[in-house]
């Protein structure tokens, strides 16, 4: 007690007992400054006015002009129990919340008495009555804006398709423009990335985000790396609004095909990727028609799951005037008598197996071409000689 009368003394009009304001109506007062929250409920008194017979108004005023609206937001209960004049005490206390949502819902141009945070500041005019003189309480008070909603990620989850060809540094996805917040008032939001709870799905370590939301390719995706048709991992985003409230979601992270690999032989008991290998033939000098390769025949395959088609085609000089290769299915057809020749009994014909596509993937192989009419001819000579 006498800490409020100290208090009293100071400031003979108003002092603070917790969140309440008491005034005494002895004389008119201004400059007194009151917070209320957003969700202090119904019933929660703001002012107490002692010395005053008891009954109060109010008017509530914002940007200097009377809202009936705001003023029904608050009501002065009447006292069943009156004691002495003296003592008699009025209170002011909240009949609706004055919920910032609502408000700024209700109120046109809300925003030119508010804060960029959501406060409401706004001023009551509380008139009491002590000996027959109306006394005037000039109150300037704030709503204080709570963070009670969490923040939202729009149209979430989220899906992104990546090449695996975009490089380590490449912007990805932008969340900036895809959060929102019930709350008034703007919200700062702070994105960040964490594990996603499946850890064989998660794809937290391929991409980083910046505090605004930008999601950044981090390390290189390797497309070839990952499971046979289940090209895809998730990354978990979650979004902290500045009141702490945490939401998260997940990006669908599928990794595109690229044609970043060559080609690669089908050729038995090759070690894969099969890059290097000889076939080989037996031909007559009169034989025209398809030439059956050994030990297998020739087929090559896009080494990328993109599986572009595959260009055949004979790289050879003299040979070609005796041979030609289909370009689309690598078979090797005869199409002359070997006349007129230098080719003798044994020789190669190089092979170009290259990629349908823009990029310059290609190997070369080899067919070794055994004439064997001319084997035996030249093992006779000898003989002969
Ligand atoms: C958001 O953050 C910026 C910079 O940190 C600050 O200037 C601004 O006041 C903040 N806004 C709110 C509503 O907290
Ligand atoms: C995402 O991260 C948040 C925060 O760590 C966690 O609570 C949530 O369970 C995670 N979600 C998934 C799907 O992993
Ligand atoms: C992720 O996205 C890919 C591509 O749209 C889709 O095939 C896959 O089913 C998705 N994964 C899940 C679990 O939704
Ligand atoms: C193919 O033949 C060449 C030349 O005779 C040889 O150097 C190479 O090792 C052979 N490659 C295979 C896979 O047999
Ligand atoms: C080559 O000719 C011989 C007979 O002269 C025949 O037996 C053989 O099948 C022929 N080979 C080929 C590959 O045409
Ligand atoms: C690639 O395409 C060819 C036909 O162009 C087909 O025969 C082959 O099976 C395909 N391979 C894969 C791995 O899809
Ligand atoms: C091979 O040479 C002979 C004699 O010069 C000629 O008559 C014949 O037409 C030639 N054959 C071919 C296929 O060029
Ligand atoms: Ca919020
Ligand atoms: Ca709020
Ligand atoms: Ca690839």
Redesign the pocket.
């Given at each position: 007690m006498r800490f409020l009368g100290y208090l009293l003394l100071v400031a003979s009009w108003t002092f603070v007992s917790g969140d309440v304001f008491l005034f005494d109506c002895s004389e008119d007062t201004t400059g007194a400054e009151l917070e209320i929250r957003e969700v202090d409920p119904v019933g929660t008194v703001v002012a107490r006015v002692s010395g005053s017979d008891g009954v109060l108004q109010w008017s509530a005023i914002l940007g200097g002009s009377r809202s009936t609206y705001l003023t029904q937001f608050f009501t002065s209960p009447k006292f069943s129990t009156m004691t002495t004049p003296e003592n008699a005490a009025a209170s002011l206390t909240i009949a609706r919340k004055v919920d910032l949502e609502l408000l700024e819902y209700e109120i046109p141009n809300f925003w030119e008495y508010s804060r960029s945070n959501g406060d409401l500041t706004f001023d009551l005019e509380i008139t009491c009555i002590a000996e027959d003189t109306p006394r005037r309480h000039n109150v300037h008070v704030a709503v204080l804006a709570v963070n009670e909603f969490y923040p939202q990620f729009l149209r979430a989850p989220y899906q992104m398709a990546v090449s695996e060809a975009v490089e380590p540094g490449a912007e990805l996805f932008s969340l900036t423009s895809l959060v929102t917040d019930m709350d008034a008032g703007d919200s700062n939001f702070t994105f960040a990335i964490?594990?996603?709870?499946i850890s064989q799905f998660d794809g937290s370590r391929y991409v980083t985000i910046s505090e605004s939301g930008d999601v950044t390719l981090l390390e290189p995706l390797d497309f070839e790396l990952l499971p046979v048709g289940r090209n895809y991992m998730f990354v978990?985003v979650?979004v902290t609004d500045d009141g702490g409230l945490?939401t998260?979601t997940?990006i669908n992270l599928t990794v595109l095909d690229a044609n970043d690999q060559g080609v690669e032989l089908v050729y038995p008991g090759c070690p894969q990727p099969c890059l290097e290998a000889n076939y080989s033939a037996d031909v007559n000098v009169s034989y025209i028609g398809e030439v059956s390769l050994l030990p297998v025949p020739l087929t090559a395959m896009d080494l990328d799951a993109l599986n572009e088609s595959v260009i055949y085609t004979l790289d050879t000089d003299e040979a070609a005037n005796f041979f030609r290769m289909d370009e689309r299915t690598g078979r090797l057809y005869k199409t002359a008598v070997l006349e007129n020749d230098t080719l003798g009994p044994r020789f190669v014909l190089n092979v170009r197996v290259e990629e349908a596509s823009e990029s310059s993937h290609f190997l070369l192989t080899t067919v070794t071409i055994l004439v064997p009419e001319r084997l035996a001819a030249a093992s006779m000579c000898t003989r002969l000689y």
């Open positions: 964490k594990p996603y709870m978990n979650t945490l998260s997940s």
